[in-house]
């Protein structure tokens, strides 16, 4: 990046204005490249370069490579005499130090970027489906300075021929000659390795109305601009993609652990080299105060020379003219810079330098300097360095650079944190290390140093052939990586739960073993003797028992608080919820509130779309409770083998979902739905089956949870009438293990909108999820969850089968409508006959109304009890929060909220309703 030039603080018209006229000045005509470029000229040339573009973009990535090598060999050839020629012309440096710049540009380059893949198919990876391609980014218009003109044009032709773009180059007025000649070197070796003709041309003698033009010609896409800030800021006003660089004023820190015979060795070196033209050059240096005369006395032996008083205010005005750099400072050497404003130096002077106090416009020490003039700081302490270093990059380098000499690691990080720059070191020469490789060789090479939005540029780094590709990406479909997680521990049948608890005593590795336990339940399981049975079992193999019974239906957040501080005072170490769904969905929030107090059930049920991607952490569990256990006593939620809880807050359920919820131990013992309310074996036994059934047709579902919904369903339809009629023990047994097979399915592959619309309707009518307390006398329809999934299932599943859904749920695995054909598949699972999948799903309907109509469920709201005004009232809010709940997206068919309002229309009365015709009339 070239910072302040001869045109510093200067607009785009006057800067291109003054630097024409001292390339008058300074050149001889006999020497001066004089070129004959118009506007029509100009177009002409573009106009080539847009058909080489063209063309160039067909080239593969063998033949692009051998014109890149090809190009650098031949300027390699030619560094000396380009250097040479920039000297003569440009009158700034040294001619042998643009020699090292020449050679290093293109060293650097071939080696950092000679097996770089910037054409076609550049990285490929399979196993993420995933294909880059690199496409090139021009016509690129290149702006050049003329403090290192050159090198900068050999280092943006290279860049330009290995991205396949062709470019037209912007030289400095100052420098027209010595550019084009490079330009040439360059253009002619490219050709002449098979790169197109008029790849690569030049503005011969530019001017501020030929370098606009360029700019805003429609056939350049992108300006790359490297030269002073009035270029700069012209090349970002032109409307179109640019990148730029700004103005440098680096300053440095010394510190009183750094090697001060290397830090001294290396601001010299920095500061001399090519006359210290480079714009990440050392400008000012602070210096700790302790090693303040040690350290100045280093760089007095290296052949700084400071001044003061009357030679400091000579130098001073001499340096700064109407507030920007005097032009004929740039490039000079020590010894011609104190003829020309009237000092004496020692004649083995390499560097001026004074001390200052200040910084600000006020002090012309502090400015950028581009020249082997330097300005000392004192500090009394680190901190107080840091700050003058920041405060002197703000004044004029915003962005660029900074620099540390120390050995102190953290005084290192805090430097680099403090600095409003973006190009930082330490321990090394900035102006060398700045251009990449010299002092670290992870540093990409480059001579254009963009200073990011800090100091007004488009870009934070080197530029490098990386910034002059487009990379398209090409996404293959892929499949997520999906899985079934399952409590590490399920026991089942009869009166196994004895033999189960008996497990919970065995040591872990290492001998210790869990010795108190907390049982979570509500007040009917103590009543039925349920809770007595389960404690004594604990008691008798070592436990201390506490009992939480607070537990009601729907539970709410102040349960849930009630009990995690209950778990609190009696410190468990296992959890057990006893009871239906209520029950144990209360110990799995109880377990995560009593590890994690500070948590919120906002931010615990937070929604998410995608599991992995959750915006809200799901809490760890498992600090303080070790194992949660949870033994069902009604045959419906599956709430004992699930990830998910539903917690109350005032007319609001939360869906909670996290697999560390997932119990530890499900305890599937049918002895405790021996004694179930028929009302509740039925509308429990629905819930169970429209979690199957959900399960098998959500957009998650694969093979392993489709096996478990089938089992689940056939289950459900032979077992649950006769479960309902007569109580068997064999029936209660199998609708019992159907729940928990259900659970498995769903907590594997989700559920869908017959759950989020029945989540709504049971916060707004105080509706328990899928049980009741059995204490309760009597069971009425408007007081279960499972009766409202049962009403809502059908005309869900109308909603659903249909071969053109409005939108079709997201999920990789889920590639088509598949809802009607996996409703038919259920169809046939249990038993049913049909020519076609419709007509499976017809019978499918059937079977379910049919089995509704014999457990004695109602088929509409209207039916069940519900007022019509009171839902009516709120039927909109309804919609609204059912779309999202946090089961709709693994739905089949993704709703609208509109639709979501009909199937509530449809369910309170049963009319049917046409959800081709609901969604032409949304749309209209």
């Not at 040479?84 to 290093?104: F, Y």
Request: hydrophobic share 40%; aromatic share 8%.
């Amino acid at each position: 990046g070239e910072g302040r030039k001869s045109d510093i603080m200067l607009s785009s018209r006057h800067a291109v204005a003054m630097a024409t006229r001292r390339s008058r000045m300074y050149i001889p005509a006999s020497k001066r490249f004089i070129g004959n470029d118009t506007i029509k000229s100009i177009d002409e040339k573009i106009k080539r370069i847009q058909e080489a573009q063209a063309m160039f973009a067909t080239y593969d990535q063998k033949t692009v490579d051998h014109i890149f090598r090809q190009v650098a060999h031949a300027a390699n050839k030619q560094r000396v005499p380009l250097a040479k020629l920039a000297v003569e012309e440009t009158r700034m440096g040294l001619m042998e130090d643009k020699v090292i710049k020449n050679g290093v540009v293109i060293e650097t380059s071939v080696s950092a970027y000679g097996d770089m893949k910037t054409c076609g198919i550049i990285d490929r990876d399979i196993e993420r489906g995933l294909i880059k391609i690199a496409t090139p980014v021009g016509p690129l218009a290149c702006i050049t300075p003329c403090t290192n003109p050159t090198s900068t044009v050999i280092i943006k032709s290279l860049f330009a021929l290995k991205t396949r773009n062709a470019a037209i180059f912007l030289p400095h007025p100052r420098a027209s000659a010595c550019s084009h000649e490079a330009m040439r070197v360059c253009r002619d070796a490219a050709v002449a390795a098979g790169a197109p003709p008029n790849v690569l041309d030049c503005v011969e003698h530019p001017t501020l109305e030929l370098n606009r033009h360029v700019m805003d010609h429609s056939g350049i896409k992108l300006i790359v601009a490297t030269g002073g800030p009035g270029m700069v800021k012209a090349s970002y006003s032109t409307g179109k993609p640019a990148l730029g660089v700004g103005a440098g004023n680096a300053s440095v820190l010394v510190d009183d652990t750094a090697d001060l015979k290397m830090a001294a060795s290396s601001i010299v070196m920095g500061k001399t080299f090519d006359n210290g033209v480079i714009c990440a050059s050392e400008q000012s240096t602070v210096v700790i105060e302790s090693i303040f005369e040690e350290f100045k006395a280093l760089l007095q032996k290296r052949g700084v020379h400071f001044v003061y008083g009357e030679e400091r205010k000579k130098l001073g005005e001499f340096l700064i003219k109407g507030g920007s750099i005097n032009p004929d400072i740039v490039g000079q050497s020590a010894q011609t810079i104190a003829q020309k404003c009237g000092i004496k130096i020692p004649g083995d002077a390499v560097v001026i330098a004074t001390e200052a106090s200040e910084v600000g416009p006020h002090e012309p020490f502090s400015f950028e300097k581009l020249s082997p003039v330097m300005t000392l700081y004192r500090a009394a302490s680190f901190n107080e360095a840091k700050d003058l270093c920041a405060s002197i990059v703000h004044f004029g380098g915003e962005g660029h650079t900074a620099v540390i000499h120390s050995n102190d690691e953290n005084r290192i990080a805090a430097f680099a944190a403090a600095m409003p720059a973006h190009h930082l070191f330490a321990n090394v020469p900035s102006s060398i290390a700045a251009v990449g490789t010299a002092f670290n060789f992870n540093v990409p090479p480059s001579l254009t140093l963009g200073v990011g939005t800090t100091g007004g540029s488009s870009i934070a780094t080197n530029l490098t052939p990386a910034s002059l590709i487009n990379v398209k990406l090409m996404a293959s479909r892929q499949e997520h990586m999906e899985w079934m997680k399952t409590p590490p521990n399920l026991y089942f049948n009869r009166n196994c739960t004895r033999e189960a608890i008996a497990d919970l005593a065995k040591p872990y590795p290492g001998g210790k073993r869990d010795t108190r336990a907390m049982i979570i339940t509500d007040r009917a399981m103590v009543e039925f003797g349920y809770c007595t049975k389960v404690q004594m079992m604990l008691e008798q193999i070592g436990f201390k028992v506490a009992v939480f019974d607070e537990v009601a239906p729907d539970p709410t957040i102040e349960c849930v608080r009630a009990g995690a501080a209950a778990c609190e005072q009696f410190k468990p170490e296992v959890l057990i919820g006893l009871g239906g769904g209520s029950p144990m969905d209360a110990a799995k929030g109880i377990r995560v509130f009593y590890e994690h107090p500070e948590a919120k059930l906002e931010d615990v049920g937070a929604r998410f779309i995608e599991l992995r991607k959750r915006t809200c952490p799901f809490p760890d569990t498992g600090s303080k409770v070790h194992k949660l256990v949870c033994i069902p006593t009604t045959s419906g939620t599956g709430s004992e083998v699930t990830p998910f809880a539903v917690i109350t807050e005032g007319t609001h359920k939360y869906p909670l979902f996290s697999y560390r919820m997932t119990p530890d131990v499900a305890i599937v013992d049918s002895a405790f739905c021996d004694n179930l309310p028929k009302s509740l074996v039925a509308n429990a036994g629905v819930d169970a089956l429209v979690h199957a059934i959900e399960a098998y047709v959500s957009v998650a579902s694969n093979d392993f949870t489709k096996a478990h919904a089938t089992r689940a369903v056939k289950l459900l339809f032979e077992y649950l009438p006769e479960s309902y009629k007569n109580g068997t023990i064999r029936a209660r047994e199998m609708v019992h293990h159907a729940s928990t097979i259900a659970g498995i399915a769903f907590a594997n592959s989700f559920l869908g909108i017959t759950h989020s619309l029945s989540h709504q309707i049971g916060g707004a009518f105080h509706t328990p999820h899928g049980d009741l307390l059995v204490i309760v006398k009597f069971v009425t329809y408007s007081c279960c969850a499972g009766m409202t999934n049962a009403i809502l299932m059908e005309h869900v599943i109308d909603y659903n089968a249909v071969d053109a859904p409005t939108r079709m749920g997201v999920y990789p695995q889920y590639t088509h409508p598949l809802a009607k054909q996996r409703y038919a598949e259920l169809a046939r699972a249990i038993g049913c006959n049909g020519n076609s999948d419709y007509e499976l799903v017809q019978k499918f309907k059937q079977r379910i109304s049919e089995l509704k109509k014999s457990l004695d469920i109602p088929a509409t709201f209207a039916e069940a009890g519900i007022n019509k005004d009171a839902y009516y009232k709120i039927i909109d809010s309804l919609a609204e929060h059912a779309f999202d709940d946090q089961c709709t997206p693994a739905n089949p068919r993704f709703p609208l909220v509109t639709e979501l309002r009909h199937i509530l229309e449809s369910a309170y009365d049963g009319q049917p309703v046409s959800f081709f015709i609901l969604y032409s009339l949304v749309a209209y």
